[in-house]
């Protein structure tokens, strides 16, 4: 438990840093585990308050269940929840068989920067970890995106000890990480020390399978296990050598690589 | 192999060294052997080589970037995860390469503890020595030398001692001393989980176990206390002071006292979210809040601290630094100094020597730092910043320079400069801990007057008009509903300056101190006070600076006149060059009053105060 809230003290170091240096900021929201998380952390860290928006990327593909989720803990926790959509891919009909990179990049990545640019957000917290795959490992907690949301991963700022990049040229905005430092196990550990509410797709009702990273419907598959709780979960964590993301097709190939550099959360 | 045992704790280490040392082989060999690796992992991995044409290396396993895999090079830091023995490793993969030395630091900076890798075959070089050097100046004093590719010098014993001894003297000069030397070949295994059966002159640890015994960072919490108020939050009905502990522990009940302005109240509760019963006490490392049992105007960037052991407060100090930054830091120039919450603007007084990582040799003195160097400098800021020395306090002794958008630079305290102001300093801290109060808050003032209390301080030579901007400041700050007085030095000298010798007058330190204090008691009964450096003749540079020490934390607008074009002191807020319009100036000065938050925005309208009442 020590370990959790040495984490939990970091991160919400990281949320009153962005909150006191960021007019314009918002937090991502997917409501899966992390980003549920990393909602609960903004409460901690503002005494049960969450003092600005939270954004959701809808590709208009995403499982039903998060989205009636969604729509509960906002209205119990009084969110201020703004969800973006590129409307304008999915009116030209846009889906995952035309190719899952292009699928991504147009109703996430773009419906994304859309979202960015039509708010003028100048920072954007994710529940990105740096466990989950190899370019989120070289992350910065506090990451500058150029005008275009293109991250330049070769020529990151230094960030020392407890100081973060919070000053920024106008046009760019600034990712900021607070979880970078939490793995899997550490989340559901989290979840269950706090009682967090999440979508019980995680859990195993029956059938032998859950979801263990959620995505969109077409390209999020469940893997096979029998955990229908939390601490089967941690339990089934500690033992598994199974990649957390490998239900999730985008990671396939060099696709998170591109996608991120490119902007992806 | 796995060990799954309940993570207790985590521990975060960095790896460093030299390009092509092999740090990426240790970690990938590392994983390798704890069982760590995802299923898949090691064939994905291999199958890349098999296409590339080249032959597999465990250090691939760590280059997630498909780029760094054709360049043989780590990029940037990054972090990857192992558990051993009931805890939880953070492994930070610090690249070696000369001109990534940037995130080399980052990446220790974040450290508990490292390990260092030197090639057998290459023996200590420049970025051996440079690395070290650096751990020590980031304060990482728990570290490992790893001495890698024993395998390509015949696991000799001989080329092992001749590296330790080498590299000991160079750490001893820093008085660096690591925990361990290791003789290990990270490519065949030999000493990383495993003792090597080709090395069996070494008794010690292997590196698993060395990373065993590294302990966890001593808890500061048996240190003074040191809380740097991180944000000020007012979202319901509690002011809640925030911030991250970063030594010593504090309870319900304590008295706290805010430096560098000297304000003080006692801890009323300490707040939490989703935690049953609300605690009652916290310690180093925690990010919490408190309230207090009276409303003061406490802000980002103070230190609170128990009143028995204070932090230091200047304006200077001398330090180490290393700069990062793409421009050289260059004396005179400004830059922003973050020491903990702290942001100030600050200037380079003076370089005192560039150090040579490689020999530490004395060099040269000069004007600028340029990337990659480390230097001992005096750093000089706009305002007084309250912080300690590196050596007794880790995380406010320590600071970044901030260029432009970027931290270019870093760096620890090593000594308090003494400035000018340091004994009226110590004055105003004593007589303001000792400071009788009655019941009537400055709160309660603020609220009944209508704005709070400041100094408006006109500052020039001789005939520039001061005495008359000053008279009409007044007399439109009392016709608009404020309380508002015309202080003016001739008054002291007839009445409180009246036991003074015609030589005493003539002294500006002494006369500053007098119209300073009184300017002090003017400004605690809900004042704001209109003065004029008349008194001071051309000295008026000295007295400003003391009258702002002594009316501290009260807000002082200063207006410089002048009849042309001339250098302001430092701090003017407002400057007015050459014939003046008093209307215009006047309101010139009303809109500073409003915009330090001094003043509303309308006449007549309550205060909206930029902090919270």
Request: aromatic share 8%; proline share 2%.
């Given at each position: 438990m020590k370990h959790l809230r040495q984490r939990e003290d970091q991160s919400v170091y990281i949320l009153r840093e962005a909150y006191k240096h960021f007019d314009n900021l918002a937090m991502l929201w997917s409501m899966g585990k992390d980003s549920t998380v990393l909602l609960w952390l903004a409460r901690k860290a503002f005494f049960g308050h969450v003092p600005f928006p939270l954004l959701h990327v809808d590709t208009s593909y995403k499982i039903p269940a998060m989205i009636e989720y969604r729509d509960r803990l906002a209205r119990e926790w009084g969110l201020n929840l703004v969800v973006g959509q590129n409307k304008e891919a999915l009116a030209a009909g846009m889906n995952h068989t035309m190719g899952r990179v292009v699928c991504c990049t147009a109703l996430k990545t773009n419906g994304l920067k859309q979202l960015l640019e039509n708010k003028g957000y100048t920072g954007v917290i994710l529940g990105v970890r740096a466990d989950e795959e190899g370019t989120r490992a070289k992350e910065r907690y506090f990451s500058p995106r150029d005008k275009h949301g293109d991250w330049d991963f070769r020529d990151q700022p230094p960030e020392l000890w407890d100081q973060y990049k919070t000053t920024f040229p106008p046009g760019t905005h600034i990712r900021i990480h607070p979880l970078l430092d939490w793995t899997e196990i550490n989340i559901w550990e989290y979840i269950k020390l706090e009682q967090i509410p999440f979508i019980d797709l995680y859990l195993d009702k029956g059938d032998g399978t859950r979801y263990r990273s959620l995505g969109c419907a077409p390209c999020t598959s469940p893997i096979r296990s029998t955990a229908k709780s939390v601490d089967d979960i941690i339990e089934e964590l500690r033992h598994t050598t199974v990649a957390e993301r490998s239900g999730r097709a985008q990671d396939e190939g060099r696709g998170m690589e591109l996608l991120r550099k490119d902007g992806y959360m | 192999m796995s060990e799954t045992a309940k993570p207790s704790e985590n521990l975060n280490i960095v790896i460093v060294g030299h390009v092509d040392h092999g740090k990426s082989t240790l970690l990938g060999r590392l994983y390798a052997d704890t069982g760590s690796l995802p299923d898949g992992k090691l064939e994905k991995v291999q199958a890349i080589c098999k296409q590339q044409g080249k032959e597999f290396e465990y250090a691939f396993l760590f280059d997630a970037f498909l780029e760094e895999q054709e360049q043989g090079i780590t990029i940037d830091t990054a972090r990857t995860f192992f558990m051993w023995k009931g805890r939880q490793y953070i492994i930070i993969d610090a690249p070696g390469h000369k001109e990534f030395l940037k995130n080399m630091i980052s990446g220790a900076a974040r450290a508990e503890a490292a390990l260092l890798l030197i090639d057998a075959l290459e023996g200590v070089r420049e970025q051996s020595k440079k690395h070290g050097y650096l751990l020590s100046l980031l304060g990482v004093r728990q570290f490992a030398v790893v001495v890698n590719k024993m395998d390509l010098v015949a696991y000799r014993q001989d080329v092992f001692d001749g590296i330790e001894k080498e590299y000991r003297e160079f750490l001893g000069q820093f008085k660096a001393v690591p925990s361990q030397f290791i003789p290990v070949s990270a490519k065949l295994g030999d000493n990383i989980a495993n003792r090597s059966e080709q090395m069996a002159w070494y008794g010690g640890p292997t590196v698993l176990e060395t990373l065993g015994a590294f302990k966890k960072e001593a808890a500061r919490s048996e240190q003074p206390l040191r809380l740097p108020v991180q944000d000020v939050y007012k979202f319901d009905a509690r002011r809640i002071i925030t911030g991250r502990i970063t030594a010593g522990r504090l309870k319900v009940g304590d008295h706290l006292v805010f430096s560098p302005s000297n304000k003080r109240a006692n801890i009323r509760t300490v707040e939490a979210f989703n935690i049953e019963p609300q605690p009652t006490e916290g310690q180093?490392?925690?990010?919490?809040?408190?309230?207090?049992?009276?409303?003061?105007?406490?802000?980002?960037?103070?230190?609170?601290?128990?009143?028995?052991?204070?932090?230091?407060?200047?304006?200077?100090?001398?330090?180490?630094?290393?700069?990062?930054?793409?421009?050289?830091?260059?004396?005179?120039?400004?830059?922003?100094?973050?020491?903990?919450?702290?942001?100030?603007?600050?200037?380079?007084?003076?370089?005192?020597?560039?150090?040579?990582?490689?020999?530490?040799?004395?060099?040269?003195?000069?004007?600028?730092?340029?990337?990659?160097?480390?230097?001992?400098?005096?750093?000089?800021?706009?305002?007084?910043?309250?912080?300690?020395?590196?050596?007794?306090?880790?995380?406010?002794?320590?600071?970044?320079?901030?260029?432009?958008?970027?931290?270019?630079?870093?760096?620890?305290?090593?000594?308090?400069?003494?400035?000018?102001?340091?004994?009226?300093?110590?004055?105003?801290?004593?007589?303001?801990?000792?400071w009788v109060k009655g019941e009537v808050t400055v709160e309660d003032r603020a609220q009944q007057y209508g704005h709070r209390a400041a100094v408006v301080l006109i500052t020039g030579g001789r005939h520039t008009g001061k005495s008359f901007l000053a008279r009409k400041l007044e007399g439109r700050l009392v016709a608009d509903g404020r309380h508002a007085y015309l202080l003016d030095g001739e008054n002291l000298r007839r009445g409180l300056d009246a036991d003074l010798s015609e030589e005493e007058r003539g002294q500006t330190a002494e006369m500053a101190r007098r119209y300073g204090e009184v300017a002090r008691l003017l400004t605690d009964t809900g004042l704001i006070v209109v003065s004029t450096t008349n008194p001071f003749g051309l000295a008026y540079r000295e007295a400003s600076q003391a009258i702002r020490t002594l009316v501290h934390p009260a807000p002082v607008i200063a207006v410089h006149m002048s009849k042309s074009e001339e250098e302001s002191p430092p701090s003017t807020d407002v400057v007015l060059t050459g014939p003046t319009d008093f209307d215009a100036a006047t309101s010139r000065i009303l809109e500073e009053l409003k915009r330090r938050g001094v003043l509303a925005q309308a006449i007549g309208a309550k205060p909206v105060f930029q902090y919270s009442i």
């Open positions: - | 180093a490392g925690q990010s919490i809040g408190v309230t207090l049992d009276e409303q003061i105007f406490v802000e980002r960037g103070e230190v609170a601290s128990h009143q028995e052991h204070l932090p230091l407060v200047s304006t200077a100090f001398r330090a180490n630094l290393f700069w990062l930054g793409k421009r050289p830091l260059e004396k005179g120039r400004k830059y922003l100094l973050r020491v903990a919450t702290k942001e100030v603007d600050c200037e380079v007084a003076s370089i005192h020597r560039i150090i040579d990582t490689m020999d530490l040799a004395q060099q040269q003195s000069s004007n600028s730092i340029s990337k990659n160097q480390v230097a001992e400098l005096t750093l000089r800021t706009k305002a007084p910043v309250a912080f300690d020395l590196s050596a007794s306090f880790e995380a406010t002794g320590r600071f970044v320079l901030v260029d432009e958008y970027d931290i270019a630079g870093g760096g620890i305290i090593t000594e308090l400069v003494h400035d000018d102001q340091e004994f009226l300093r110590e004055e105003a801290r004593r007589r303001d801990f000792a």
